[in-house]
Each structure stands twice: as C-alpha cells, then as structure tokens.
C-alpha cells in the first residue's frame, strides 16, 4: 500500500509561526493516516529532538542517512519546490486570489490556491473535498499533495497535544539551559511571569496596533502585582530590541538574553505569561500549559480569570 504524505515546501513567518503550522499539519496527519516531511523547517530543525536527525525534518521521527546541515536541507527544500511547481502532486497555497481565480485555477499543474482568510482549516470541507466539486473525489483520494502557507489550522490540535510537545520537545543542551535559569528563579520567588516585549516588526505590523511603550508595559506588571498581592513575583522578560532596565528597576525581573528557542522554553516553563497577540507566546501557552494573558488593548482591564492556556 502507498503510504499517505504531505510535503510542506514553503512556510512564512519566523519560529512561533512555523512551530504552529508544522503541528496542525502533524495534527491532521495523525488523524487521518498522513507522514509528514517539513524541510522548509529547516531553519529550526538543529533545536528539536524530532527532527536535528533528519534532513526532511519528518514526522513520526525518522533519522537521516547522510548530513543534515544547513546546506543540505537548504538542497533538499529547492527539490521539494521544484517538484511541487511541476504540478506531478496535488498542492495547496493560501494565496490572496478572488474565487474567480480559483475556479480558474490552473488545474493542468494540479494547484489549489486557497482564498486567504484568518484560518483555513484542513479539516473542512472546502480544503479537499468540495474545492473543485466534480473532482471532489479524485481530490479526497489523494495520498500525496504538497502544503504551502501558515495560517492552515487543524481543528483536532489538542487531541495530539502530548505527541506533538514530544516531536518539539527542545535538545538537552537547550533544556539544560532553561534550567538552568528557572531552577534559582524557582528557589527565590513564588511565581515567574513571562513578559513578552514584542517590539521592532510590531511597529509596522498592523499600522502599529500592539507596539506598546513601557509605560503599557509597566501598568500590566503592576496589576499582577495586586493581583497576587501574598506572592513574591518575579517577571522574566524577553524582547526582540534591547530595553532600558532602568525603566522596570520597581519590580523583581529577570532578562535571559537568549536565543529564540531558549526564551520560548523559558516563557513555557513560567506560571503565566503575558504578551500582545503572537504565536512567540501562544507556543510557550500550549506547550507548557502556561495561563496567558494577550494584551489585546493598551487599557486592557483584566483578572487572573482572564489567563488562559493556549488552545485552538
């Protein structure tokens, strides 16, 4: 029997992005029978444990026969590409094209161009199915197709939650690292609170909207510390541009200075987190089962009731 594969040949966005397009992928998989191969992860793949082993970066977990550095996988994406733009497979793109344009759409090189939209799911209908009505059935009976964009979500995400965490569970080295802050942050405070100070790209993305200054900020930690006013708290702060401290000198903090991998660990082994929306954060949420609270609003009122683990 012809095993069932998906081929992921292009993503966008940067590491929280790609984590949570990867994992629906492997959610749907999981649920209807797919492999997956996912080079385009090939930025990231050195920081798993699922997938520093192999060149494809597949799931389940397999190991590779030859090197798997970055110039290799780099090869072997551009192979995928080139195959999928030669139309042998079934793939799918989230594109901003109209409806008529997918009616229209080039069905001699077998390309299904998805209508963008907030989230496509996979598991509608309209992905495979009733996507060119008298090929419905041709479609469904895929068992290879090639996948390219982000915002493809599957709605059994949580269903496979403990073997996704498993496949991205960080290499030892990098858990060690977390630990290594975490444990004397534990020893001292009662709890840690991630704070998320996305700055730099969320000046222009979207006009601005959830590019906060520290004064937005410092009113968020000083709510929690009413909030939890018996405990003594601790804000761990991650940013993408480099912060005055002086500014949060009022509150007991931390600043790691890590890598991307090493804060999104840290922000997932935190008592809660809060953050304007991003998948930076929304990762750590359901990863670690961490309570987050997205600052949706520079005045945003809010209670602990309002934290919340990540869930689709």
């Known amino acids: 029997m012809t095993k069932k594969k998906i081929y992921i040949y292009g993503s966008s966005g940067?590491?929280?992005?790609?984590?949570?397009?990867?994992a629906n992928v492997i959610a749907y998989a999981l649920q209807h029978g797919f492999e997956v191969a996912n080079p385009a992860f090939f930025n990231y793949a050195h920081w798993f444990e699922g997938t520093y082993q192999d060149i494809y970066c597949r799931f389940p977990t397999q190991k590779s026969s030859f090197a798997t550095s970055r110039w290799a996988r780099i090869i072997v994406l551009i192979f995928y590409k080139i195959v999928a733009k030669l139309g042998i497979f079934y793939r799918f793109e989230l594109e901003e094209e109209q409806w008529?344009?997918?009616?229209l759409a080039k069905l001699k090189l077998r390309k299904v161009p998805m209508q963008k939209r907030?989230?496509?799911?996979?598991?509608?209908?309209?992905f495979r199915e009733d996507l060119f009505g008298a090929k419905k059935r041709e479609l469904a009976e895929q068992?290879?197709?090639?996948?390219?964009?982000?915002?493809f979500t599957a709605e059994n995400l949580m269903a496979y939650h403990r073997p996704i965490c498993d496949f991205f569970r960080p290499m030892p080295?990098?858990?060690?690292?977390?630990?290594?802050?975490?444990?004397?942050l534990r020893e001292k405070y009662d709890i840690i609170i991630g704070m998320h100070i996305r700055r730099n790209d969320y000046k222009t993305y979207k006009n601005g909207i959830y590019y906060y200054d520290d004064e937005t900020f410092l009113r968020f930690?000083?709510?929690m510390t009413h909030l939890l006013p018996h405990k003594k708290i601790v804000f761990l702060i991650c940013s993408n541009e480099k912060l005055n401290k002086e500014k949060y000198a009022a509150f007991e903090t931390a600043y790691p200075n890590g890598s991307p991998i090493i804060d999104i660990s840290l922000f997932a082994a935190c008592d809660y987190l809060i953050g304007p929306p991003s998948t930076f954060t929304q990762w750590a949420s359901f990863y670690g089962s961490v309570p987050l609270l997205k600052m949706e609003n520079k005045q945003l009122q809010f209670s602990l009731g309002d934290f919340a683990a990540y869930t689709i």
């Open 14 to 22: 940067q590491l929280g992005n790609q984590l949570f397009f990867f």
């Open 143 to 151: 068992n290879r197709f090639f996948i390219n964009g982000f915002m």
């Open 100 to 103: 008529l344009a997918m009616i």
């Open 173 to 184: 080295h990098i858990q060690a690292q977390v630990s290594a802050t975490i444990a004397p």
């Open 221 to 223: 930690m000083e709510n």
């Open 118 to 126: 907030d989230k496509c799911f996979l598991d509608k209908k309209t």
